[in-house]
């Protein structure tokens, strides 16, 4: 051991030299001097021993080629041995064996050579007998021969730093965590008179606050000179509740940062009661701007019309619910008005989707100038808006009189012509008004009375309004009644065609136009406006337009089983709508295949409305059953604005006058105009014209002389059954023009 820690070169001399005074008297106390030096020393060094073995560091000795040549007992501990013979017999290359990256060990030993000595050298080792990769500090210096100067070996210490080196990983990952937050972590100290001490705030206050952080704490506020006016109450109060019960404090506000952004923020913290009574909350607080976004956007979806932004129904059963529980506790009535706008169809058919929601978005904006900011005005759907006014007075009677003179001030706002470039719209509407006082069942059953009132209002002649009267629920019951009748009539296929006679120039009745016609048992004869509106509103389009197609394809085909009627043509009235369904196209496919009818001899007959509806898919299946035979029409040509521009995008055979337009050729210079430009155009064209409505020989007059070719009215016939029908047509076709107008019975 004494070899080992190189001491005894340090006593050379003295043996020598006492071993010169051998001869000489004072030899004998020589030696016992040197005895006595040696007994020191290797006290000394048992000492020295000693305290190296138990030092909490490890302390080696190694060869300078990396040979362990000692160890002290806690770098045997540190290495997971349990003496120091069982270490230096394990340990081969402390290179290779020790250090998770090997090459460590060449830059230790760079160092080493380069300076003499290495400190704390950081390096991630393995405890060498269980391989756990750990964290050391190195330091170590060669020890040279004290005459010759040769180095002889190097020793150093070890001391292990596994925690340390955790420890600021996890400082560095705290504070990268903290700095790339989207919010901040905060610890904050407050007394009962509410002053407050800001123990930390992590880096991402910066970014929340747009404020450095030392501004922030020096100020010893957390958000209140930020927070939004209107927000700070519901704050300050948050944090005193979680104050006073010791809950963690949650809560959601709004924030005006310094450069003026503003943001939505959310604190979470939980409080500690501290010994003096102060309370210190630990928390969070995060910017949930893009979830409040998110979250409006969701609202605004599942509440709000996208293209007005107004109130949609499901919003608006809240508003109404919520208007009945004001008259309750106000006992003042409000007023709901429920409001269908006249002639919008045939401004969003005639003229596109997109004119028509520029017109919707008009209508809405000029409702809400009418109304106060508390009042509700709601898009129903379609055309179909409704308005809530609240606190109308002290009896029924006032709220009624104050809801009337509302209504009149609307109307008037709604009067206003529409205009869009050369595009001039009459605007009007039909308005229902029910007064409540908060005790009806549901909103539904007010919006179902004011319903009734505005039907009233379109049936009087529209652009005004009716004050809903509870005599009218008889009428709405029998409305119900009649449209269950007709149900069951179109089921039972009890509804009937009646035919019109069309008469050609040289007066024979080339054909027909088929009307449908419904008989009912109680009621007689119901105008057609009457039960297709009902249809519509029901959503029987489809079903009815079926039952007219079948229908008159087995007409068809039983005129064209007998000679004498076998070239007659019939036009049929087809909604756009059906036309464009994925059923109508194998549907009529099937019929005709059925029936083996010649085709060329049925004509679809659509209103100008198919000039907005998807053109292309309409074309297509136009051109379909085209190379199959059928004919088109296009009916009530001239009563929309772009039919003359657009008619040659589809593939018709004929155009028909509006009845208005021949009604008032014998009275109306610009119908006579029109009426002339239209024959030319179709002319031009190469399309047959139809004049319908023709009631009088002069009107017959005018449209031959400017080339019409088909003549439809009251002149001729009106619809009639089929019997009476082909009667008339046998006639005309033996008799020609000499033949006097028709007088037929229906």
């Known amino acids: 051991m004494l070899d080992s820690f190189g001491a005894i070169d340090g006593f050379m001399l003295p043996i020598a030299a006492a071993a010169g005074l051998a001869c000489t008297a004072g030899l004998t106390a020589a030696v016992i001097h040197y005895r006595g030096l040696c007994r020191q020393w290797r006290d000394e060094h048992r000492n020295l021993s000693s305290l190296v073995e138990n030092l909490s560091e490890g302390i080696y000795r190694s060869s300078l080629d990396g040979r362990q040549l000692s160890a002290n007992r806690a770098l045997v501990k540190l290495n997971g041995y349990e003496t120091e013979a069982e270490l230096l017999a394990a340990v081969k290359n402390i290179g290779s064996e020790w250090y998770v990256d090997p090459k460590r060990r060449d830059e230790f030993r760079e160092i080493l050579q380069r300076d003499g000595y290495v400190e704390d050298f950081v390096s991630e080792i393995y405890r060498h007998k269980t391989r756990e990769r750990i964290w050391i500090t190195e330091s170590a210096r060669i020890v040279h021969h004290r005459r010759n100067g040769r180095a002889l070996y190097y020793e150093g210490s070890v001391r292990e730093i596994t925690e340390t080196v955790t420890r600021l990983r996890l400082e560095e990952q705290f504070q990268k965590l903290t700095s790339n937050l989207p919010g901040g972590l905060f610890q904050i100290v407050r007394g009962r008179s509410f002053d407050i001490a800001v123990n930390y705030l992590s880096e991402g206050f910066q970014n929340l606050l747009e404020v450095p952080i030392e501004e922030h704490i020096a100020g010893r506020e957390l958000f209140s000179r930020f927070v939004k006016p209107e927000d700070r109450k519901a704050y300050f109060s948050a944090f005193r509740a979680s104050y006073d019960t010791m809950e963690p404090l949650d809560h959601e506000f709004r924030i005006t940062t310094a450069t003026g952004k503003e943001k939505w923020l959310r604190i979470s913290a939980k409080p500690e009661r501290l010994d003096d009574g102060q309370v210190s909350w630990y928390g969070y607080v995060s910017d949930i701007s893009l979830r409040k976004r998110q979250a409006l956007e969701i609202e605004e979806l599942a509440f709000y019309d996208p293209l007005t932004k107004l109130p949609n129904r499901r919003l608006l059963t809240e508003r109404i619910a919520r208007s009945a529980k004001i008259c309750r506790r106000t006992r003042m009535p409000s007023a709901l008005f429920f409001i269908d706008l006249d002639n ?26 009418c109304v106060r900011d508390s009042d509700t005005v709601a898009r129903m759907g379609g055309d179909e808006f409704v308005v809530i006014l609240d606190g109308l007075g002290d009896s029924d009677a006032e709220a009624a009189s104050k809801a ?29 008004v029910v007064v409540f006082g908060g005790h009806e069942r549901d909103g539904d059953d007010l919006l179902k009375r004011a319903d009734i009132a505005m039907y009233q209002a379109k049936g009087a002649g529209r652009d005004g309004l009716a004050l809903f009267d509870e005599n009218w629920m008889d009428g709405e019951k029998e409305r119900f009644t009649l449209l269950e009748d007709f149900r069951r009539a179109l089921e039972d296929e009890t509804l009937e065609l009646q035919f019109q006679p069309q008469v050609d120039r040289e007066g024979r009745v080339a054909g027909a136009e088929g009307l449908l016609r419904w008989r009912h048992p109680r009621l007689g004869m119901v105008p057609p406006d009457r039960f297709i509106a009902l249809a519509e509103q029901a959503g029987l389009m489809h079903q009815l337009c079926r039952f007219v197609l079948a229908s008159g394809v087995r007409t068809l085909a039983r005129w064209q089983r007998h000679p004498e009627t076998a070239d007659l043509g019939l036009s049929l009235n087809v909604s756009v709508q059906s036309f464009s369904g994925p059923q109508f196209m194998p549907f009529l496919e099937s019929l005709l295949a059925d029936h083996a009818i010649d085709a060329s001899r049925l004509t679809i007959e659509f209103t100008e409305h198919v000039m907005a509806t998807d053109q292309a898919l309409v074309a297509s299946r136009m051109k379909t059953l085209k190379s199959a035979g059928l004919r088109f029409s296009l009916d009530d040509f001239g009563t929309g604005y772009s039919s003359l521009a657009r008619l040659k995008s589809l593939p018709f055979d004929e155009v028909k006058i509006d009845g208005s337009f021949v009604r008032d050729i014998e009275t109306s210079d610009g119908d006579r105009a029109l009426v002339r430009t239209i024959l030319a155009m179709a002319n031009t064209l190469g399309l047959d014209a139809v004049a319908e409505h023709v009631e009088t020989r002069s009107q017959e007059a005018f449209l031959y002389a400017f080339g019409c070719d088909l003549f439809q009215g009251y002149l001729y016939a009106p619809a009639c059954r089929e019997e009476v029908f082909l009667e008339a047509a046998r006639a005309r076709a033996t008799a020609g023009n000499a033949v006097e107008p028709l007088r037929l019975e229906a």
Do not use: C
């Open 404 to 432: 009337i003179m509302a209504g009149n001030k609307m109307l008037a706002a709604l009067r206003r012509p529409f205009e869009r470039g050369e595009l001039r719209h009459s605007s009007s509407a039909s308005m229902g």
């Open 344 to 369: 919008f169809k045939s401004l969003n058919d005639t003229q596109g989707h997109g004119i028509g929601d520029e017109y919707l978005v008009e209508i809405s904006s000029r409702l809400r100038h």
